[in-house]
């Protein structure tokens, strides 16, 4: 409420002074009456020059007055003179009566008067107008456009945009409740920030957990496999084998079931899970060699050359995920040393317009010395889920390149794949 009573209270002091001048000015203005004497002495004046030999012309302009050669009594011009209270004597040089001479003091008096008064209601009306719109202004900022902003700001997060920030202007009215509420909105960013990690983190513990029991369960279904072929062969006992065969079958469909539940919520976690965003950046290209430098635990992992300096487009998280699912891939079915080399290439690709358009890349080249992929399963090992005949013995769940295809094209880039003497993973990492 002190926000708006200062303001009204130096509007009304001003008004109030405004009128106090504009009364003062006029109050002073009153009619002092004529000068008698005065007059006097202008005819005698006027008679003077009039003998000299001034025409009448030269005696109006010099005296300021108005002479009306005339001797009748009656005359249109006087009449009017007369009419506004003119100050009107006998023109009479060298004693003989030859008209008027009239001044037309009151008339001029009200004339300059009225222009007067015009002057000061014009100067009232400017003042008027300067501080109504001073006064507009200030409301303006101090009140309407605080509470526009506070609108837009409060939509903006009614929308969860939590990035956008609310301009800080202490000294309105609504100066403290704009920090509080700019801290609210970081409290809330924060919060959602943790809530996405939070959930983003049980997922994975969810999808990793269903493949975990997936585990035991078909550990469980080769043991009752194993327990029926002993029972039908080695069990001399029918009743009791088919009864224990009947137990062993229970057991194997409920393993199943088991089975088929865990696959389900994997796999309805990792649909989720793919939608992760890709965030991608401009970064220096030498972090990329350091992730190779971090990769021990991969046996051998030989660096031919060091990759050019440079700016490239990727999501470092991402990234270091591409490079630990090929070296690990290669590590787990080849079991050789891993050779790794960086070299820069260009693409020429044709737009919308027939337009060629030349592209810069690193290139980094990943291969083993092991046997390699069939050639009729090289162009599936980058679907989701699908495993190769020849790795059923290792742990896995067909998804290692299928995520590595996935990051590389949200990132600009691309995947190459190929035998020569081993298996041959290309990544295309595209620059700045």
């Not at 009864?243 to 990792?270: C, P, W, Y």
């Not at 965003?277 to 992730?291: R, T």
Request: charged fraction near 30%; proline fraction near 2%.
């Amino acid at each position: 409420m002190k926000w708006i009573i200062k303001p009204l209270v130096i509007y009304m002091l001003v008004m109030i002074a405004v009128l106090v001048i504009f009364s003062m000015t006029f109050g002073r203005r009153q009619y002092k009456g004529r000068d008698m004497s005065y007059y006097n002495d202008l005819i005698y004046s006027i008679n003077d020059d009039y003998e000299a030999g001034y025409t009448i012309e030269d005696i109006e302009e010099k005296y300021d007055c108005n002479i009306i050669l005339s001797t009748k009594n009656i005359d249109s011009e006087l009449t009017a003179y007369y009419t506004r209270r003119a100050m009107v004597l006998d023109f009479s040089p060298k004693g003989e009566y030859i008209g008027k001479i009239a001044w037309d003091d009151v008339y001029m008096q009200k004339y300059n008067g009225d222009k007067e008064v015009l002057r000061y209601i014009t100067l009232f009306w400017t003042v008027l107008v300067v501080i109504g719109t001073s006064f507009i202004i200030f409301i303006y900022l101090r009140f309407i456009k605080p509470v526009i902003e506070m609108n837009e700001y409060a939509s903006e997060i009614a929308k969860g945009n939590l990035d956008v920030e609310l301009p800080m202007h202490k000294k309105n009215i609504f100066g403290s409740f704009t920090e509080s509420f700019d801290l609210m909105r970081d409290a809330l960013k924060a919060s959602r920030e943790r809530e996405m990690e939070s959930e983003k983190a049980r997922k994975e513990l969810v999808a990793a957990l269903s493949h975990d029991i997936k585990t035991p369960v078909a550990t469980i279904q080769a043991a009752c496999e194993v327990l029926d072929m002993q029972l039908a062969t080695k069990c001399s006992d029918k009743d009791m084998a088919l009864q224990m065969r009947d137990k062993v079958e229970i057991i194997s469909s409920k393993a199943e079931l088991i089975n088929g539940l865990m696959s389900n919520v994997f796999h309805a976690t990792l649909e989720e899970l793919e939608k992760i965003e890709v965030n991608v950046k401009e970064e220096n290209s030498l972090i990329i060699e350091g992730y190779f430098d971090r990769l021990e635990n991969y046996g051998n992992v030989i660096l031919e050359n060091s990759i050019p300096e440079c700016l490239v487009y990727m999501d470092k998280i991402r990234m270091e995920q591409v490079i630990d699912n090929i070296i690990g891939n290669s590590h787990k079915y080849a079991g050789t040393d891993i050779r790794v080399s960086f070299s820069n290439v260009k693409y020429e690709s044709v737009k919308d317009d027939g337009k060629k358009n030349t592209e810069n890349f690193i290139k980094i080249k990943i291969s083993d010395e092991g046997p390699g992929v069939p050639e009729d399963e090289l162009p599936l090992i980058t679907e989701k889920y699908y495993r190769g005949r020849d790795v059923k013995e290792k742990t896995g769940y067909g998804l290692g390149l299928y995520l590595v295809k996935m990051y590389m094209e949200k990132q600009g880039g691309g995947i190459e794949y190929y035998n020569e003497n081993g298996f041959v993973v290309e990544l295309l990492i595209k620059k700045v």
